[in-house]
């Protein structure tokens, strides 16, 4: 089976060790959940893997690409989506899009059609030519989500993505990644919100103090918890507590 993602011997320490050899592979075409408390190192691991930190020790492979040592070619395989929205507020999604096609070098003729699409998928057509400053938090993170889809990424790292957002807007946004999981892509995922990783993930890793404490399926982890036919929040709190 082709790997999206492969940690090994990861480490990253600031005080302390954030990310503490830390090994994991992610299957190509999985919707997968990061799991942890506060603190635990996901965000960190997220963050060496798009590219946005160096890892103090260890190595990451993107579809065989090596991130640290061909990092452009690495980026052009990911999108990042962090817990924040990051836009230009004076930009509409309309001209969000087009500026973030254009770093990626996607065709004007391609950009506009996927522009569309992005658009009317997560109900944002009728304001595509509002500027950004005025969005709420939960418009705002739907144009990113747009922008971070734009170039048709084949791995998609969200940090807490729902975080803040209704259920109109989370329900649209989960959506789309599973449609995105279902046409090859593959999904990486931090959620607080566990009853989401529980319905949308394939497999689940849960970390604690920057190392992995168990990993599989939602019944796997049962098995490891001796928690049959309990719910992901019970299993979690299981796991993390015997840390």
Not at 7 to 25: C, E, N, Q
Not at 91 to 104: K, S
Not at 107 to 119: F, H, I, M, S, Y
Not at 164 to 169: I, Q, R, V
Request: aromatic share 6%; proline share 4%.
């Amino acid at each position: 089976m082709e790997s999206a993602l492969e940690l090994r011997g990861l480490r990253k320490s600031y005080a302390r060790p954030a990310v503490d050899d830390l090994h994991l592979t992610i299957h190509a075409g999985e919707f997968y959940a990061l799991l942890g408390p506060n603190g635990a190192g996901k965000t960190t691991t997220l963050r060496m893997v798009a590219g946005l930190l160096r890892p103090d020790a260890g190595t990451i492979h993107v579809f065989g690409v090596d991130v640290l040592a061909d990092p452009i070619a690495a980026k052009r395989l990911i999108a990042w989506l962090p817990d924040e929205p990051m836009l230009y507020d004076k930009l509409t999604p309309l001209e969000y899009l087009e500026f973030v096609a254009g770093l990626w070098a996607v065709d004007r003729k391609t950009a506009t059609a996927r522009a569309v699409e992005l658009l009317r998928w997560l109900d944002l057509w009728d304001n595509r030519n509002q500027r950004c400053e005025g969005f709420s938090r939960g418009m705002k993170q739907k144009v990113a989500l747009a922008g971070a889809l734009i170039h048709e990424p084949k791995l998609l790292i969200l940090d807490e993505p729902l975080t803040g957002l209704d259920a109109a807007t989370s329900r649209q946004v989960k959506d789309l990644l599973v449609a995105r999981v279902r046409n090859g892509a593959t999904v990486i995922l931090t959620t607080h919100i566990l009853e989401v990783a529980e319905r949308l993930a394939e497999r689940i890793g849960i970390i604690n103090k920057g190392k992995l404490l168990a990993e599989g399926t939602l019944d796997d982890l049962r098995n490891r918890s001796g928690m049959a036919g309990s719910s992901l929040e019970d299993v979690f709190l299981e796991l993390t507590a015997k840390e």
